[in-house]
């Protein structure tokens, strides 16, 4: 079976433009914890900071799967898109369109493990 590349490539690029807009919304939470002792609190303190760091993980892997999509969408330019990267047999549909920038197939993936 064929992979529709197109149908692919239009997901990807989706997925792209909702994570530069996720990455760009969540710039508030990512910028450093304001150490302003009269207006927050100890505690709420701590708070903001755990969330900054909580933000900060979200950002890098967002940012991974930003990698990981640029590297999907040449994948795509040069027809190898869809196919394992390992026995070089295409990959189930279902598990592309689940997981757009996987490079395994589930047999391989297993492997893996
Ligand atoms: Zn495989």
């Avoid at 997925?15 to 990512?30: D, G, P, Q, Y």
């Amino acid at each position: 079976m064929e992979t529709d590349l197109k149908f692919y490539k239009e997901r990807l690029k989706e997925r792209r433009e909702e994570l530069v807009a996720e990455i760009e919304s969540a710039k508030e939470s990512t910028k450093p914890v304001e150490l302003d002792q009269a207006s927050v609190g100890r505690l709420s303190r701590m708070d903001a900071m755990q969330a900054q760091e909580m933000a900060l993980a979200l950002e890098r892997r967002k940012k991974e799967e930003l990698v990981r999509i640029g590297s999907a969408m040449k994948r795509i330019e040069t027809e190898e898109y869809g196919y394992c990267i390992d026995c070089e047999e295409p990959i189930a549909p279902k598990r592309l369109e689940f997981l757009l920038t996987v490079l395994t197939c589930v047999e391989c993936a297993a492997k893996r493990e």
